[in-house]
């Protein structure tokens, strides 16, 4: 115990770990900020609102038509909020909506846009029924909510999850090469526990922090999009909150349990590697940079190959931490995960025993 808390103050009182914990925290908070909450926009008689303003807005208005969505109550958001129409060139979507008019836009009438050229876009001026739309043939039941919260869950927690990777990697490359560079190996294993205790705590340590990195982390995530955007609609479709995914039967909660729980393995994967690497590196410098390319590899492998180099690929720590790369691979899931869990536990056993014989 004395020598794995000897360990983890070693790591959280390092100082390129601690600045680049700092670093990857204001990123975040930028990122939550900016992209998630400073792209929502609204616009409700007249007004146009963008930012958090926009979502507290977007948050009201929807609250009169939550649940199971059926006619009479598109008849009455289209009374009450109409159609949008104010095409501006490089704004994204039409000017002067907002969540529930674009919801409408998008699934029940004749309304569309792709771009600012003429073709491109269409302004809505029809009402479809639901059962006149392909989103019926697609769902046996249709839910309204204010779902932005789900969708900004996904991206700010695999924005979490890359930086965390980077964190991981600064943190851990040094655990073993760090000994060899500073020429203390000899010093090292003539402790009273000997080698294997020595080495155990070390793993354990960088373990403990791999898990507390990922706690913080997704504690945040929950915790500021529940705070700014609330989880309305649990229970819709992965299809009907992002847009895409259109062959996945799965309600939008249990596909962020899965991205969250996939995050946890890739994490942890690319703490077994980084180990393996840090083992056979002789300084800190160069485990980084080779666990880094090993990192980022199978992003080319991914453009580069396919067939069966898929499957490889979707196991690997940066793919596992990809919301969209586990949604496609939810099919074969238990694969992923064991391939996943078979290779960490290789790099682990072979980080080991090479650090080991090192004396």
Not at 160 to 186: D, H, R
Not at 200 to 229: D, E, N, R, W
Request: charged share 15%; proline share 2%.
């Amino acid at each position: 115990m004395r020598l794995y808390k000897m360990e983890l103050y070693k790591i959280y009182h390092n100082r390129a770990f601690i600045k680049a914990c700092i670093v990857a925290l204001a990123i975040w908070f930028i990122f939550f900020w900016f992209v998630g909450v400073g792209e929502e926009i609204a616009t409700v008689d007249g007004v146009y609102y963008q930012g958090y303003k926009a979502v507290k807005i977007n948050r009201l208005i929807t609250e009169e038509f939550k649940g199971e969505l059926t006619d009479e109550k598109l008849e009455k958001m289209v009374e009450k909020y109409g159609f949008p129409s104010l095409v501006i060139r490089n704004y994204p979507g039409f000017r002067d909506a907002n969540y529930i008019s674009t919801f409408v836009t998008d699934y029940f009438t004749d309304g569309y846009m792709y771009g600012w050229e003429e073709g491109e876009y269409k302004i809505p001026t029809r009402l479809y029924s639901i059962v006149e739309t392909e989103l019926r043939k697609q769902e046996e039941h249709i839910y309204f909510y204010y779902t932005k919260g789900w969708n900004v869950l996904l991206d700010t927690f695999q924005m979490g999850m890359v930086l965390a990777s980077i964190v991981i990697i600064i943190g851990v490359s040094g655990l073993f090469a760090e000994e060899s560079q500073l020429k203390v190996l000899p010093l090292l294993f003539t402790t009273q526990k000997g080698k294997r205790e020595d080495i155990v705590a070390k793993l354990l340590a960088a373990f403990t922090m791999v898990i507390s990195l990922y706690a913080v982390m997704t504690l945040l995530v929950i915790g500021l999009s529940y705070l700014v955007f609330g989880f309305d609609g649990a229970e819709c479709s992965c299809h009907l909150v992002t847009g895409q995914y259109i062959w996945l039967k799965m309600s939008i909660s249990s596909v962020a349990i899965l991205v969250m729980v996939m995050g946890l393995l890739g994490l942890l994967s690319l703490y077994a590697m980084t180990v393996c690497v840090s083992a056979h590196c002789r300084n800190n410098f160069h485990s980084v940079v080779f666990t880094a390319a090993c990192w980022g590899l199978p992003v080319l492998i991914r453009i580069w190959f396919g067939g069966i180099a898929y499957v490889f690929v979707a196991s690997t720590p940066i793919f596992l931490i990809m919301y969209n790369s586990v949604i496609e691979m939810v099919s074969i899931f238990g694969v992923v995960a064991a391939l996943a869990i078979v290779c960490s536990s290789i790099c682990v056993v072979n980080g080991y025993l090479a650090f080991k014989k090192l004396t």
